[in-house]
């Protein structure tokens, strides 16, 4: 089994700052890239960033130069770093990482595993 556990949502001011985790956990052989994903109230599950294994990233317009994604490959650990923080980015925050399992019965594919998301509050 795989689990991705996710921390560090909570309530910031306009303007505050928040930094997300999630690590993944279990038999795990390589994970290829990873990324957070957020969904509003009401709305659908939009990409925020993304970082491949080699720690090149990608950005939603709507966070570039306020947000940084990073990932440490030895703790199978990525993180958002979130600055400058507005009302439009509370969400529910997912974690998402795309792996290989050490388990014969997947043939060695990879496959996209989600975290449990994390909610993140923007309000003064």
């Known amino acids: 089994q795989v689990q991705l556990v996710e921390s560090g949502g909570g309530l910031v001011q306009p303007g505050g700052s928040l930094r997300l985790s999630c690590a993944a956990a279990g038999s795990i052989i390589s994970i290829n890239h990873m990324g957070w994903y957020r969904q509003a109230p009401g709305k659908q599950r939009d990409l925020v960033a993304t970082?491949?294994?080699?720690?090149?990233?990608n950005y939603a317009d709507s966070v570039k130069g306020r947000f940084t994604i990073s990932r440490d490959n030895a703790k199978n650990t990525v993180y958002l770093q979130m600055n400058s923080l507005k009302p439009e980015d509370t969400a529910v925050y997912y974690c998402?990482?795309?792996?290989?399992?050490?388990?014969?019965?997947?043939?060695?594919?990879?496959?996209?595993?989600w975290g449990q998301g994390t909610q993140v509050t923007v309000s003064s």
């Open positions: 970082i491949t294994r080699s720690d090149i990233p």
């Open positions: 998402k990482a795309n792996l290989i399992r050490n388990d014969p019965s997947t043939y060695y594919r990879s496959k996209d595993y």
